[in-house]
């Protein structure tokens, strides 16, 4: 057989890591401008209330007194090191968002050399699991497609999954060689970790962790070791003390309506990924217990479990689906034996990617701005939130904010509360009044004194937006014509 020019070889070994390297230095460069979609104002907010207190930092967003799951062990890290360093909240997110984005790379490189020692595949399964999507753009937290992950860099889903591929990894080696009790134990605290910070994905690492169990057929010996992990990791989920972790089972109810949606556009958002499908079959004519295949089909168990039986919040276990195919078509490109269907393999997967990164184009725009893209990747941009910056002269921490929605997604942010939560908030018993209190204060039909004893109630003494009224004073004027009022007397 004759041998491969080294020039080739070192050329696919060079393209993929080249252009990894190149995407993360794009992350790094978005991370410094830190756009704001989505939650990071619930993160802002719960960093600033444990800077505030550590102890009994009470709800992120209203003025009450409630555990809240967003009080989690690297929220309350983060939290300290704003207390200790007295630096702003969004500088301390922008630290967390450099850990997080470290783990998911040290992770994927981690997990990846568990199947493989070729030194393109690490990097080549970064390339996937950024860009092997589907044509029609998708975000949401917990899922690691480029632009999602450039919106949600600094959130604890990214810390979670980076943290994810690290314990995939130490568990396959665990299951490999005789390790030690501590090892294992060790395993319990990292698996419970996991599900503290980001409970999603927490199901996503279980799931992982399930498929790496079963593939590997453990002894007697290991289940015993296992099950003292997971013994351990269920303590400690039973111990913390910022919220009650399995009261959260019976939550789901209340979060079945916004993850509908995570069931609708599904080849558009998620097509590509047929790839990593066609290389799993492959694995699993070789190995019918290969840990991939089976991290797979428990993914797609229990997200089509979720829209078959209305559980919608369970198509957030939709990273274990494609986790796995996105790894599998980068392995499959860098162990396909003859040069012909490895050179073959690797130009359909090119492709691919490409149609992927193309989708995700406008990502180019949190770095330079849409002015600065062509037009054809300007459209792609989506404007990020402006934030309320614009209020903090006047507002200060702790002061209640009559706003609706979407800036009471932002306003907590800066130290203020809101009447109601922007965001679902299922240990606030209070939410549905809440939320009834602040749609009766804007409704058109609304009286001036129906609108003044709702802010008595509430002690608000700030109003953003709305109709003026003779005992509110206009104090500021921000983005889109919208007005900051005092309340007075």
Request: hydrophobic share 50%.
């Amino acid at each position: 057989m004759r041998a491969e020019p080294r020039s080739a070889t070192s050329a696919g070994r060079a393209l993929p890591q080249a252009a990894a390297a190149l995407v993360l230095v794009l992350v790094l460069l978005v991370i410094v401008r830190l756009p704001w979609a989505g939650d990071l104002g619930m993160h802002a907010a719960t960093v600033q209330r444990l800077r505030h207190s550590l102890l009994h930092p009470g709800n992120p967003l209203v003025d009450a007194d409630t555990p809240s799951p967003y009080y989690s062990p690297w929220m309350l890290v983060l939290g300290c090191v704003a207390k200790l360093t007295g630096l702003s909240v969004f500088v301390v997110l922008r630290l967390g968002a450099l850990v997080g984005l470290g783990l998911l790379v040290t992770g994927v490189w981690s997990y990846v050399r568990t199947f493989t020692a070729h030194r393109a595949a690490p990097a080549l399964a970064l390339l996937c699991l950024l860009f092997l999507w589907g044509p029609v753009l998708f975000n949401w937290s917990g899922f690691i497609g480029l632009n999602s992950l450039a919106l949600t860099v600094a959130y604890p889903s990214v810390f979670a999954i980076g943290l994810s591929f690290h314990f995939w990894a130490w568990l396959t080696r665990a299951l490999r060689a005789e390790t030690g009790w501590g090892e294992w134990l060790g395993l319990g605290l990292l698996w419970a970790l996991i599900l503290l910070c980001h409970q999603f994905t927490g199901v996503v690492a279980s799931l992982g962790a399930l498929a790496t169990v079963i593939a590997a057929r453990p002894g007697r010996r290991t289940l015993l070791r296992l099950g003292a992990a997971l013994a351990v990791g269920v303590l400690l989920l039973g111990l913390w003390p910022y919220y009650d972790f399995f009261s959260l089972f019976s939550a789901g109810t209340d979060l079945e309506a916004i993850h509908r949606s995570l069931y609708r556009h599904v080849p558009g958002r998620f097509g590509l990924i047929l790839l990593g499908v066609g290389a799993l079959v492959l694995r699993w004519r070789r190995d019918h217990r290969d840990p991939l295949v089976l991290f797979f089909l428990l993914g797609v168990l229990v997200f089509a479990a979720g829209g078959l039986t209305g559980h919608y919040s369970w198509g957030r276990a939709l990273p274990a689906v494609l986790i796995p195919a996105q790894l599998a078509a980068a392995l499959e490109v860098v162990s396909a034996g003859k040069r012909a269907v490895r050179v073959g393999s690797a130009c359909v997967l090119g492709a691919a990617l490409a149609v992927g990164a193309w989708a995700q184009a406008g990502t180019l725009g949190y770095v330079v701005g849409r002015d600065a893209l062509p037009g054809a990747v300007a459209a792609k941009y989506r404007t990020p939130w402006v934030g309320y910056h614009w209020i903090t002269p006047w507002v200060k921490y702790g002061d209640v904010v009559m706003a609706p929605k979407f800036p009471a997604r932002q306003i907590p942010a800066y130290g203020a509360y809101t009447v109601a939560p922007g965001y679902p908030d299922v240990f606030l018993p209070d939410a549905a009044r809440r939320d009834a209190a602040v749609r009766e204060y804007f409704a058109a039909d609304t009286s001036s004194s129906g609108r003044r004893a709702i802010v008595r109630e509430y002690g608000v003494r700030w109003v953003v937006g709305g109709s003026a009224e003779p005992w509110l004073r206009k104090v500021a004027g921000g983005p889109g014509g919208q007005v900051l009022y005092e309340v007075q007397g």
